[in-house]
């Protein structure tokens, strides 16, 4: 059972208005009503562990995406009224050449290790609160609590004015909340009988310690583009040869950004990092636009602190939606919760109520822009920049260029 369509209204790069059918919310959905458990078994077995885990029957539950039984994602309402949000993944590596095993696997013990590590030391951030995990047969399973709200992707588009810009404030207090967080390398993992360290790291980019300067992440991190284009990706030797040269350039190009950067020591620090800050992982009041949790915490790590402040990202111009450097052939679209003029408006908003919140988080918000723009480029673009030629454009317009930007957020 698929729910009905839901519309957006969003903005293509060149401000034109369209309407979107966004990903329903719910995709299977079951209630006891239906029959004592869902006819799929896999499906139905799920649900009687987290019953048994939570020890109170469940009497509905929703998939937030088709039913993948190594990979599920699910809420689950209970007899008594609760609500839980489960998610099942392979928790076990039977291949340690299967990289998406391995990943998988990562993902799990990320999350699970952060969210107890947040409950007992960052007690006023809006996340999930774990219930209960168990990892049998070899697939793990976390069970949280369910966050009020509505992601910003399904939300933020219906908002009246008024709440969009609560939503930008809002967020702003959340982000300097997270900055201040003083969080360590390493998160335990609950799972491990021998309590041993998981290192909460980007799984295709880099680990860091107290020690890691911002030069160095850089080069971890273009040495590890290099590594996935000609291990992973299997691009050409030509391709892999013109890419590794235009990283070279990047790097030379970022250098005085960097040393900038370094001058004053706190915007080196390192800061706990949620990678996937997407409008899917905050959710929002549907009425307010105030921000009532955050979710997916799978990919955090902690980044030096100018990479770590960002604007809201439903609010936020991606380089990858510059139709300067977007590959029109990779099929890859971009949309805009506002058209252009709006979204440099929030952002003047945010950068107004972060500076009066918190000098160090503003100074790193405006220094850390093509930092972490050139991050982007390192690590997302991948897929469909093989040899770096969209990458090799934004270098000359924003790292080597003469004239002058008047808009230092331009793309």
Avoid at 110 to 131: H, K
Avoid at 225 to 243: D, M, P
Avoid at 265 to 290: K, V
Wanted: charged fraction near 25%; include cysteine; proline fraction near 5%.
């Amino acid at each position: 059972m698929l729910e009905e369509p839901f519309m957006a209204p969003l903005y293509k790069p060149n401000d034109e208005l369209v309407e979107i059918d966004l990903q329903p919310l719910f995709y299977d959905v079951w209630a006891s009503a239906d029959g004592p458990a869902p006819r799929d078994a896999k499906w139905g077995s799920i649900i009687r562990r987290v019953g048994k885990l939570l020890n109170e029957r469940p009497v509905a539950a929703k998939t937030r995406k088709p039913f993948d039984a190594t990979n599920t994602v699910m809420d689950i309402q209970l007899e008594g009224g609760d609500m839980a949000f489960v998610r099942v993944l392979k928790w076990r590596v039977d291949n340690l050449e299967d990289r998406v095993e391995l990943w998988n696997c990562a993902r799990f013990s990320a999350e699970l290790s952060i969210l107890r590590w947040l409950e007992d030391n960052a007690s006023g951030l809006l996340v999930p609160r774990v219930l209960a995990f168990d990892d049998a047969n070899g697939y793990g399973l976390l069970v949280t609590t369910v966050l009020p709200g509505l992601d910003a992707m399904h939300s933020y588009p219906h908002l009246s004015g008024v709440a969009k810009e609560h939503s930008v404030v809002s967020w702003a207090r959340i982000a300097v909340l997270m900055f201040r967080i003083p969080a360590p390398q390493q998160f335990v993992n609950p799972l491990s009988k021998r309590r041993q360290y998981f290192h909460v790291s980007p799984e295709h980019t880099f680990d860091t310690d107290d020690r890691t300067d911002l030069l160095s992440f850089f080069k971890s991190a273009i040495a590890t583009r290099s590594a996935r284009s000609l291990k992973i990706v299997n691009h050409g030797e030509q391709e892999h040869a013109l890419l590794c040269s235009r990283l070279g350039r990047l790097l030379k190009g970022l250098t005085p950004f960097i040393a900038d950067a370094q001058k004053t020591p706190a915007m080196s620090r390192f800061t706990l990092t949620h990678r996937d800050l997407n409008p899917e992982n905050i959710l929002l009041n549907e009425t307010s636009g105030e921000v009532v949790g955050i979710v997916d915490w799978e990919y955090s790590c902690r980044m030096p602190a100018c990479m770590s402040a960002d604007y809201p990202s439903w609010i936020r111009t991606d380089i990858q939606g510059s139709p300067l450097y977007r590959n029109q052939e990779s099929g890859l679209l971009t949309f805009y919760h506002e058209p252009r003029g709006e979204r440099n408006r929030l952002c003047d908003l945010y950068e107004k109520v972060v500076k009066e919140l918190d000098e160090e988080y503003y100074a790193c918000l405006l220094n850390g822009i093509r930092l972490r723009d050139a991050l982007t480029w390192i690590e997302d673009a991948h897929c469909y920049d093989h040899d770096g030629l969209y990458m090799e454009r934004w270098i000359q317009n924003h790292l080597f260029s003469t004239v002058h930007e008047t808009d230092h957020r331009s793309c």
